[in-house]
């Protein structure tokens, strides 16, 4: 009998894939701050961030894009995420994977967009879709500017340390400001190519936003004159 629980739970878990990787990348935003510091901090980051990418797959296989070529970005990124973990390999590897990673995410942000809209009925998955694209666009752009920063040093600085490197924590939280357009920040972008990256991603939130508002506007106006019809 126990087993009926859980059985109902990974059901639910398959049809809602959306949902769980909403989930876990939530409470990335939750664990990151004790990983930065922990001793196997780094370790644990990096299992992480390999568990994102494989939810990610899945996801984008549930969606119209092309597998294959998610594939291609995440077998490497996994790979030079293991090497540079091992420290056996120059600190370019490192700076590869994020490269990858962040294409990966912006690709699974580009085929949930198309799983959103791809017919005139709105699921629960793809409810959770909606939340699930906003952080893939959040991780791909905070991938961005890490690579930015390492590429371009002192692309960004704070009122803390400001001559220090920004952490992973810093320039997710960038990311997340700038995406949603709430401009509470305190990191700021100071080199032309950090400059640039912000403009892309203020672009992409607004068209994002206006993307899902349009759309569930649409739909509500579909069903009322559909509803109107029937009725009269």
Same mark, same amino acid.
């Given at each position: ?28 935003? !939750? ?13 644990? /980051?990096?299992? /992480? ?42 600190? &370019?590897? +490192? ?7 962040? +294409? ?51 692309? /960004? ?15 997710? /939280? ?5 995406? &949603? ?16 990256? !912000? ?34």
């Amino acid at each position: 009998m126990a087993s009926i629980p859980l059985l109902r739970t990974l059901v639910t878990v398959k049809r809602h894939p959306s949902a769980l990787l909403l989930f876990v990348q939530l409470l990335g935003v !939750v664990l990151y701050p004790a990983m930065e510091h922990a001793a196997a901090g780094r370790a644990v /980051f990096g299992a /992480f961030g390999i568990l994102v990418l494989a939810l990610a797959l899945w996801v984008i296989n549930r969606s119209p894009a092309i597998n294959w070529i998610a594939w291609l970005l995440a077998a490497p990124a996994v790979a030079l995420s293991l090497l540079a973990g091992t420290g056996l390999g120059p600190p &370019s590897l +490192a700076t590869a994977a994020q490269v990858l990673e962040g +294409a990966l995410y912006l690709y699974a942000a580009g085929g949930l967009t198309a799983y959103m809209l791809r017919d005139h009925h709105v699921t629960g998955d793809e409810l959770f879709a909606a939340g699930a694209t906003f952080t893939l666009l959040a991780w791909a752009f905070a991938f961005a500017y890490l690579v930015c920063q390492q590429w371009f040093p002192g692309s /960004f600085i704070a009122a803390t340390a400001p001559d220090a490197p920004r952490s992973w924590m810093e320039l997710l /939280f960038l990311s997340f400001s700038t995406l &949603s357009g709430v401009g509470l920040s305190d990191i700021v972008p100071v080199r032309a190519q950090a400059r640039a990256l !912000v403009m892309l991603e203020q672009f992409a939130g607004v068209m994002y936003i206006a993307l899902v508002v349009s759309r569930l506007i649409g739909l509500a106006t579909t069903r009322a004159i559909a509803r109107r019809d029937a009725d009269g």
